[in-house]
């Protein structure tokens, strides 16, 4: 099976845009009425976000080993 580097420097970049795209959406969330339904998504999909960003951030940390 053949391997590929993983390009750390494209890694980061997106780590950044998707914290900047996780903060984006957390503001318009916050924005929402509580009850909104489409808040109530939003805050959902920041939640999400954030966890896929948490999962990234360690893959970078793991293959800079």
Same mark, same amino acid.
Do not use: N, P, V
């Given at each position: $099976?053949?391997?590929? +580097?993983?390009?750390?420097? +494209?890694? +980061?970049?997106?780590?950044?845009?998707? !914290?900047?795209? *996780?903060?984006?959406? @957390?503001?318009? &969330?916050? +924005?929402? !009425?509580?009850?909104?339904?489409? @808040?109530l &998504?939003?805050?959902?999909?920041? $939640?999400?976000?954030? &966890?896929?960003?948490r999962?990234? *951030?360690?893959?970078?940390?793991?293959?800079? $080993?």
């Amino acid at each position: $099976r053949m391997t590929m +580097a993983l390009d750390l420097s +494209a890694l +980061a970049s997106l780590s950044s845009s998707l !914290d900047e795209l *996780t903060l984006r959406i @957390g503001q318009l &969330a916050a +924005a929402c !009425d509580e009850k909104e339904e489409a @808040g109530l &998504a939003l805050r959902e999909l920041e $939640r999400q976000l954030e &966890a896929s960003a948490r999962r990234l *951030t360690s893959i970078l940390r793991q293959a800079e $080993r």
